[in-house]
């Protein structure tokens, strides 16, 4: 069992810049990718970003340059470090891990709202 709790979201201006936060507790150990995702209004839930144990990136087209993901170690909390803020970017959004078991079980957190707005 893993939970996650994220932070930082809140409004910006375009142009802006925000740092996203997401801790896991528990099994935390037993995770081997993270992510962020995000949901705009009346839109589907997107990747933005994910990192692996082994400290692999993949971005979203739409972020590469602008947004970055990190994490220490495993015991950290996982950031999404977001520059260059748009409209666009304005959504929901959710810390993602899936674990290494057979099953590549997934936990979600409850998400945090960025809004980018003048």
């Known amino acids: 069992q893993v939970r996650l709790v994220e932070s930082g979201g809140g409004l910006v201006q375009p142009g802006g810049s925000l740092r996203l936060s997401c801790v896991a507790s528990g099994s935390i150990f037993s995770i081997n990718v993270m992510g962020w995702y995000r949901q705009a209004p009346g839109k589907e839930r997107e990747l933005v970003a994910l990192i692996t144990s082994g400290g692999s990136t993949n971005y979203a087209d739409s972020v590469k340059g602008r947004f970055t993901i990190s994490r220490d170690n495993a015991k950290r909390p996982v950031y999404l470090q977001m520059n260059s803020l748009k409209p666009e970017d304005t959504a929901v959004y959710y810390c993602?891990?899936?674990?290494?078991?057979?099953?590549?079980?997934?936990?979600w957190g409850k998400g945090t709202l960025v809004t980018v707005s003048s």
């Open positions: 993602n891990a899936e674990l290494r078991d057979p099953g590549r079980t997934i936990y």
